[in-house]
Each structure stands twice: as structure tokens, then as C-alpha cells.
């Protein structure tokens, strides 16, 4: 995979992955100096079958359904950016479309990056390590006394 490919994947993996709200009040913050975006296709929910494999390595099986929401949008320069985000969540599908779109152009990228991906990686860094902690704090540690002759 080339290096722009893993940038486009990390940065959309990201916006997917952040809060909602949050990336809704930030993008309103931005909309206004931002090119405009036309929708192509959607945004539309839908649903994506989940699989597994039995054993990590065997057959494929059906884990079940999940819901999806996607868009795609295009620039007026022509780039086309595209989203797909777990849940029904079509705004946010359209603004990570949005931003997908806006970091093809070079002045767009260093913005992207500061304003939305920095703070969405923080923000699951933060939930990782409130979730390690939550888990820290209940575990029990088990032991075995050796009993003595009686």
C-alpha cells in the first residue's frame, strides 16, 4: 500500500470512529470557508453482513448484520471523497465524505489533520485508556495457599 493510501485509511479510519457530536461541531466550525461539496450518492443506511471464521482459520460463517451509513460527494475541482460509518449516523457519513474530499487538495490536508483527526485519535487514545483503568480497578487477583499438615 503506498504512503498517501495508509494516510487516506488512518485519517478516514478516524473520522469513522469519532463522536459524532463532536465532529459535527467541529465541521460547522469549518463548513463555512470549506468548498462545497455535491452529493453523488446517499447519504443512505444500510446494512453490511459481519463474518467470522471458525478457528481463526476455517470456514466462514454469518456473525450477523450490522448497520451502516455511506456517502459520497464531489468537489467542484473534481475530487471525490467517500464514507462509510458504523450506525445510522447519515450527517456524519456525509461530513466524513466531506473531509475525505477536502484532503486530496494540498491546502486542505495539514487542516484536516489538526482540526479532526488529532483530536478524534485523542479522543479514542483517551476512551482506551479510561477503559484500561475501568478494567484495572475490578480485577481480581486469585491465588493459592498451600495448606499445611494437620
Known amino acids: 500500500m503506498h504512503s498517501y493510501d495508509e494516510a487516506r485509511k488512518r485519517r478516514l479510519d478516524a473520522l469513522a470512529s469519532s463522536d459524532p457530536a463532536t465532529l459535527d461541531a467541529r465541521y460547522t466550525a469549518l463548513e463555512p470557508s470549506a468548498p462545497a461539496a455535491t452529493p453523488i450518492r446517499g447519504p443512505e443506511i444500510g446494512m453490511v453482513m459481519l463474518r467470522g471464521r471458525a478457528g481463526g482459520g476455517g470456514a466462514l460463517f454469518?456473525?450477523?448484520?450490522?448497520?451502516?451509513?455511506?456517502?459520497?460527494?464531489?468537489?467542484?475541482?473534481?475530487?471525490?471523497?467517500?464514507?462509510?460509518v458504523l450506525g445510522r449516523h447519515p450527517q456524519k457519513a456525509s461530513i466524513v465524505a466531506h473531509l475525505d474530499a477536502l484532503s486530496q487538495l494540498p491546502e486542505w490536508?495539514?487542516?484536516?489533520?489538526?482540526?479532526?483527526v488529532a483530536p478524534a485519535l485523542a479522543e479514542q487514545d483517551a476512551a482506551r485508556i479510561r477503559q484500561a483503568e475501568e478494567t484495572e480497578a475490578t480485577r481480581v487477583d486469585f491465588f493459592t495457599m498451600a495448606r499445611g499438615e494437620d
Not at 490536508?109 to 479532526?116: A, G, S, Y
Open 109 to 116: 490536508v495539514q487542516v484536516i489533520e489538526t482540526d479532526f
Open 62 to 84: 454469518n456473525l450477523g448484520e450490522a448497520t451502516v451509513s455511506r456517502a459520497t460527494v464531489k468537489l467542484a475541482t473534481g475530487e471525490v471523497g467517500h464514507a462509510i
